[in-house]
């Protein structure tokens, strides 16, 4: 098979295996909806195309945002729904659909709870917020990982009774002459073709990132980025979508990332930015507040001279990300480097000494700088820096649905029994990268596979807890 197509008709062999719901995809967002579902004993087979499931989860740092759980009231922390939706409106600038945002806020505290009951054990990630956010709560296991939240998630949904079928590549869909989807045509590794019928299908199968073609369409800004999300972010959602009559939304919304490690490809922590350090181009200069966001932070990367920049920070940043298991990573491959002072990190950024020691000099608490940073300290010697470019990680654009997850066709109507969430459908970021809240991706996958568990089972007369 080539390109994702919808078929109509009855599908070969859709007899043979026949759930009541199937999902495309086993990350966050899939993995959450099966485990749902399983637990409420609702028979669920989950198709991925690798051979164990890893995708934008995994690649991801595994930090889940989520105000009013169990763990972050146990912390002690003042927090709400009303007030975590208030800053994802302010980061995206009042144009995050209202309705989703008020769905996966309201529903991510419970979807929290549920898989800690289920053994996931997560803390809230202390020490330092992230860019728009007024409260801590982002919910990370002990690893603080995405390879670790997608391995727990999957012991999980198996566990519960859901059934994993991996390399399996999803390429057709099947329905019927009212556009209800009957079953899902899954490519073999020997070629063959695995039909499976299904009474409701959810597509968890993130975005587009991967699709070189529809970023260039969509994302002209990244077009030349490094992408460090999974390839198997194709756009399959919207190509099957779009020939179902389905309407897109949000589609020049993305997470980008203005901290990937070149040419290491590793991911530095955004909180190395959060606790003091600044970025400098190959001028020696600073070029923007930092503390906006990682996600804009990969545009203004990209302008500087060869589209790179230097991290730098001092010993308490660095011993904070020494704390994050993706600095480690890029420690280990050389890409921290060590500098007594102006001059030594004037040599290795190929940069006028006098220029950077003005720059330094201008990191000092008081009034907010001319890029509109206001600073809480100044950085001591010795100075640690990290050389970065920007980066693509994954798309916030996609199928438009209501807050029931259910996918919308041009008309705004609900399609019979086609559900989405995560990053195949429109997320909670508006329709730029200035909007990106950090979390979002994870808030949609977590919070959207609970709410669509929750729909599908309604969809086959069931009521979940």
Known sequence: MSAPVVRRGEAPGADAMHVPVAIIGAGACGLTAALRLASAGIETVLIERDAVPTGSTALSSGFIPAAGSAVQRAAGIEDDAQRFAADIQSKANGTASPALVAAYTGAVAAAMDALAAHGLRFEVLDGFLYPGHTARRMHT???RTGAALVAALERAATGAG????????????????????????????????DVIGCDVLILACNGFGGNAAMVGEYLPAMREAVYGGHAGNDGS????????????????GYQGHGSWATPQGALISWAVMMDGGVQINGEGRRFHDETHGYSEAAVHVLAQPDSVAWNVFDDRTLALARG???????????ALKTCAGVPELAALIGCDPLVLGQTLDAVRPGAPDPLGRRFERTLQAPYHAVKVTGALFHTQGGLDIDAQCRVLDNAGQALPNLLAAGGAARGVSGNDVSGYLSGNGLLSAVAGGHIAAATAAALLGRRLD
Do not use: H, K, M
């Open 237 to 252: 959602a919207i190509q099957w979508g779009t020939q179902l009559g389905a309407r897109l939304a949000d589609l020049g």
């Open 324 to 334: 994050f298991p993706d600095f480690v990573q890029a420690e280990q491959g050389q």
């Open 141 to 143: 296991l002990p690893e």
């Open 162 to 193: 859901a059934y994993l079928l991996t390399r399996a590549l999803a390429r057709e869909i099947w329905t019927d002459d009212e556009g209800r989807v009957s079953a899902v045509g899954c490519e073999r590794p020997d070629g063959s073709v």
